[in-house]
Nanobody, 128 residues
Framework: QVQLVQSGGGLVQPGGSLRLSCAAS????????IGWFRQAPGKEREGVSC????????YYTDSVKGRFTISRDNAKNTVYLQMNSLKPEDTAVYYC?????????????????????WGQGTLVTVSS
């Protein structure tokens, strides 16, 4: 079964850190651009960070620049999102998704675009 399996997430205090993982199952990530998206209650889905399949180029939405880092380890078939200096406004359900036909820039700038494979989502809550 082709799927992305997410792990990480949970409850963290403001200023804390979390790392989300997105592991491919049943296929190889090598040729997939991967994006992290989030959706808070009552808000639109947002492209948080995306990474290319080829040279590791990355995109970050302005609100997370300097705090979040996306990376990929193709040997482990996994993409990560390291989140530091978390703020209450980062609270949301986070999803990873992949595509072989969409560039990483397009993935993040058009978060409702069709993508071939999605993770199950994980809740991140930033609260004291």
């Amino acid at each position: 079964q082709v799927q992305l399996v997410q792990s990480g997430g949970g409850l963290v205090q403001p200023g804390g850190s979390l790392r989300l993982s997105c592991a491919a199952s049943g296929f190889t990530l090598d040729y997939y651009a991967i994006g992290w998206f989030r959706q808070a209650p009552g808000k639109e889905r947002e492209g948080v960070s995306c990474i290319s399949s080829s040279d590791g180029s990355t995109y970050y939405t302005d609100s997370v620049k300097g705090r979040f880092t996306i990376s990929r380890d193709n040997a482990k078939n996994t993409v990560y999102l390291q989140m530091n200096s978390l703020k209450p406004e980062d609270t949301a359900v986070y999803y990873c998704a992949g595509s072989t036909t969409t560039t990483f820039q397009a993935m993040c700038s058009m978060p409702y675009r069709y993508l071939e494979v999605w993770g199950q989502g994980t809740l991140v809550t930033v609260s004291s």
